[in-house]
Antibody
Framework: QVQLVQSGAEVRKPGASVRVSCKASGYTFTAYGITWVRQAPGQGLEWMGWTNVYNGKTDYGQKFQDRVTLTTDLSTDTVYMELRNLRSDDTAVYYC?????????????????WGQGTLVTVSS | DIQLTQSPSSLSASVGDRVTITCRASQNIRSFVNWYQQKPGKAPKILIYAASNLQNGVPPRFSGSGSGTDFTLTITSLQPEDFAVYYCQHSSKTPPFTFGPGTKVDLK
C-alpha cells in the first residue's frame, strides 16, 4: 500500500538545524510530488513547501523561504526537509504528504497519504 | 496570497445530526478547495478534493459544494468517528497551498 514513513522525534537548541526524512513506498516515487506541512501544538496546519521529485523543482512558502530546503534521494525514495536557524516557535509536528494531481480542465492537487508526523522540539 | 476563513471555529453536535462547515476565500478560487479531517494525534486525511469530489473510501455522508469564494462541507448524519477537526485548503495548480484555520466538531 502507499505509505510515507518519517524519521523519529528530534530535540534541538535554538539556532541549530534539523533534518527530517520521509521515505515513500508502494507507488512510483517519481510520479508524484512530496509536500511538507507543520502543526504547532494546539494549532492549525501550515504549508511549508513542496518538491517535484521527478525534476527536483521546489517551491517554498514565503515564511520559510530563507530557512528550509527540500532534497530528494532517488536511490532510496526519500525526501528530506531541513530547517535551519531554529527558534522556539518552530516546535511542531512536521508532516510529509504525497501530492496527487488531476488534470481535468485545470490541474487540481491534493495531499494523500500523509506520513505519521515527526515532532521537532526546540528548547534551550 | 489567498486567505481562507472557516465558520464556525467549533461546533457541538449529536450523533445523527446534519453538520455544515463553511470555508470562504479572500478571492475567487474557482473549485480549488480540498477538505481534510484530522483526529487527535493523527495525520490529516483527505475527504473531498476539487470542491465536490469524494475521495475513494470516504463514506458518502460527506459531501462538498461551492465554487468561487464560498465552499461547504456537509456531513449528513454525524457518526461517532466523525468527531474531529476539519480543514479546508486552497489547492490551485501552483503554491502556496494555504489551509483554513480549522473547525472542531465535538460531542454535544
Amino acid at each position: 500500500q502507499v505509505q510515507l514513513v518519517q524519521s523519529g522525534a528530534e530535540v534541538r537548541k535554538p539556532g541549530a538545524s534539523v533534518r527530517v526524512s520521509c521515505k515513500a513506498s508502494g507507488y512510483t516515487f517519481t510520479a508524484y510530488g512530496i509536500t511538507w506541512v507543520r502543526q504547532a501544538p494546539g494549532q492549525g496546519l501550515e504549508w511549508m513547501g513542496w518538491t517535484n521529485v521527478y525534476n527536483g523543482k521546489t517551491d517554498y512558502g514565503q515564511k520559510f523561504q530563507d530557512r528550509v530546503t527540500l532534497t530528494t534521494d532517488l536511490s532510496t525514495d526519500t525526501v528530506y526537509m531541513e530547517l535551519r536557524n531554529l527558534r522556539s516557535d518552530d516546535t511542531a509536528v512536521y508532516y510529509c504528504a504525497r501530492v496527487v494531481s488531476l488534470a481535468v480542465d485545470v490541474l487540481y492537487n491534493w495531499f494523500d497519504p500523509w506520513g505519521q508526523g515527526t515532532l521537532v522540539t526546540v528548547s534551550s | 496570497d489567498i486567505q481562507l476563513t472557516q465558520s464556525p471555529s467549533s461546533l457541538s453536535a449529536s450523533v445523527g445530526d446534519r453538520v455544515t462547515i463553511t470555508c470562504r476565500a479572500s478571492q475567487n478560487i474557482r473549485s480549488f478547495v480540498n477538505w481534510y479531517q484530522q483526529k487527535p494525534g493523527k495525520a490529516p486525511k483527505i475527504l473531498i478534493y476539487a470542491a465536490s469530489n469524494l475521495q475513494n473510501g470516504v463514506p458518502p455522508r460527506f459531501s462538498g459544494s461551492g465554487s468561487g469564494t464560498d465552499f461547504t462541507l456537509t456531513i449528513t448524519s454525524l457518526q461517532p468517528e466523525d468527531f474531529a477537526v476539519y480543514y479546508c485548503q486552497h489547492s490551485s495548480k501552483t503554491p502556496p497551498f494555504t489551509f483554513g484555520p480549522g473547525t472542531k466538531v465535538d460531542l454535544k
